[in-house]
Structures are given as C-alpha cells and as structure tokens.
C-alpha cells in the first residue's frame, strides 16, 4: 500500500524567511502533484511533476522531484503572509487512464508577519 | 476557479438517512473522481469513474455508491449515514491522464 508522508505537519515561520517542506512516498512513481489548500475552501493545483528531476518554479515557490529517492520538496523563498494556507503532495502511482491520487498529510504554514 | 462545478455547498443530515451530492466535470473531462476529506482520515480518495464507466476504487464504504451519465456528471450517494461520514467531499475531473483538478466541495454533516 502506497504512502505518503509530509513533514513538518506543522510549520510557523517569519515573513522573509525560507524553507522546505518534504514529501516522502514509499512506492515508485513519477507522478506527482502539489495542491494548496485555504481554510474550508477547495484544492488548488500549483505543480505536477512528471519525470526524475523535475523543478518548477512559480513566484516563490519551487518543487522539485527524485524518483530515485521517492521524495519530493516544496521550498518557499522569502515567505509572505499570502503564502500561509495547507500544502499537499499527492502521488499517483495507478495506470494511464486509471488514475488515483493518494495525499500526503498537509502541511500547514502559517507565515508570521 | 477550477471550472468543476458541485451542489449543494452544504447538507445537514441527521443519522440514517441518504443524500446525493452532484458534480459537473470541467468541459471536454471524461474523468471524474471523489474524494473525501474529514479530520481524522485526511484526504482519502473514493471512486473514479471515466466516460461513464467505474475504473478506480479505493476506501468507499458499501453505504455508499457513484454514477456518471452519459452528460458526463456524476452523483455520490451515501445512504444509512452516521456521524463519522460528517466530511468535505470533492468531486475532481481531468483528462485522460492528466492532472485533477478540484471542484469547491460538498460539507456534510449528519447529526
């Protein structure tokens, strides 16, 4: 059974500063999703990752994929307040056109200002 | 917005009841997936289905069941409902292959 494990479950941090969040999957796959989620609203997609050694960069996040090491990162650079909200990985380990996605357990961020 | 459309926003039940949430893919989806969220079991994926037929199961209780139509919107229904079903559901579509994205979710709750 796949699993998905995120750390810090929780994470405080200054505006300005930087950080990582890490996700860790125990089964092999190259496909993998990063969501934001706002308190009671819906999952918004930031970043799919499709092949070892995938970076992405949008503003100041950047994720970034190892298949080899089953572990991807979300790194916030010079965090702002509008950054705080719970992040998710997701891995997809199902076949084309049978896709399911199983979560990791968030991480909530909250950026102090 | 994500395009995928769901209704109703929120549903208050009591326990042994059934209820029926409905989700509409983004346009040109053939893929539609349930999800539920709850404190507990986090995210947990339900049931997929693609053009109308089921092609991936994962934690759905026999309580509950999933349709898509030949519109391509699909309905969940949980029936005999206790008070730990209380959760967010999604609904999610995407292409074949492609990544999901999420509509703005159903909270149940059952009291």
């Given at each position: 059974?796949?699993?998905?494990?995120?750390?810090?479950?929780?994470?405080?941090?200054?505006?300005?500063?930087?950080?990582?969040?890490?996700?860790?999957?125990?089964?092999?796959?190259?496909?993998?999703y990063w969501y934001r989620q706002d308190p009671g609203k819906s999952l918004e997609s930031l970043f799919v990752l499709l092949s070892n050694g995938a970076v992405k960069q949008e503003?100041?996040?950047?994720?970034?994929?190892?298949?080899?090491?089953?572990?991807?990162?979300?790194?916030?650079?010079?965090?702002?307040?509008?950054?705080?909200?719970?992040?998710?990985?997701?891995?997809?380990?199902?076949?084309?056109?049978?896709?399911?996605?199983?979560?990791?357990?968030?991480?909530?961020?909250?950026?102090?200002? | 917005?994500?395009?995928?459309?769901?209704?109703?926003?929120?549903?208050?039940?009591?326990?042994?009841?059934?209820?029926?949430?409905?989700?509409?893919?983004?346009?040109?989806?053939?893929?539609?997936?349930?999800?539920?969220?709850?404190?507990?079991?986090?995210?947990?994926?339900?049931?997929?289905?693609?053009?109308?037929?089921?092609?991936?199961?994962?934690?759905?209780l026999e309580r509950f069941s999933a349709q898509q139509f030949p519109d391509l919107h699909s309905e969940l229904n949980l029936s005999s409902l206790e008070l730990g079903d209380s959760?967010?559901?999604?609904?999610?579509?995407?292409?074949?292959?492609?990544?999901?994205?999420?509509?703005?979710?159903?909270?149940?709750?059952?009291?």
């Amino acid at each position: 059974e796949l699993k998905v494990e995120q750390n810090p479950l929780f994470l405080s941090m200054q505006e300005g500063k930087n950080y990582t969040i890490y996700c860790n999957y125990s089964t092999t796959s190259d496909r993998l999703y990063w969501y934001r989620q706002d308190p009671g609203k819906s999952l918004e997609s930031l970043f799919v990752l499709l092949s070892n050694g995938a970076v992405k960069q949008e503003g100041r996040l950047m994720a970034s994929l190892d298949t080899k090491a089953r572990l991807s990162t979300l790194h916030i650079t010079a965090a702002v307040h509008d950054l705080s909200a719970t992040y998710f990985c997701a891995v997809d380990i199902s076949s084309f056109g049978n896709e399911k996605l199983t979560f990791g357990t968030g991480t909530r961020l909250t950026i102090i200002p | 917005d994500s395009g995928v459309t769901q209704t109703p926003k929120h549903l208050i039940t009591a326990t042994g009841q059934r209820v029926t949430l409905r989700c509409s893919p983004r346009s040109g989806d053939l893929s539609v997936y349930w999800y539920q969220q709850s404190l507990d079991q986090g995210l947990q994926f339900l049931i997929q289905y693609y053009n109308g037929e089921e092609r991936a199961k994962g934690n759905i209780l026999e309580r509950f069941s999933a349709q898509q139509f030949p519109d391509l919107h699909s309905e969940l229904n949980l029936s005999s409902l206790e008070l730990g079903d209380s959760a967010l559901y999604f609904c999610a579509s995407s292409r074949r292959g492609d990544e999901q994205f999420f509509g703005p979710g159903t909270r149940l709750t059952v009291l």
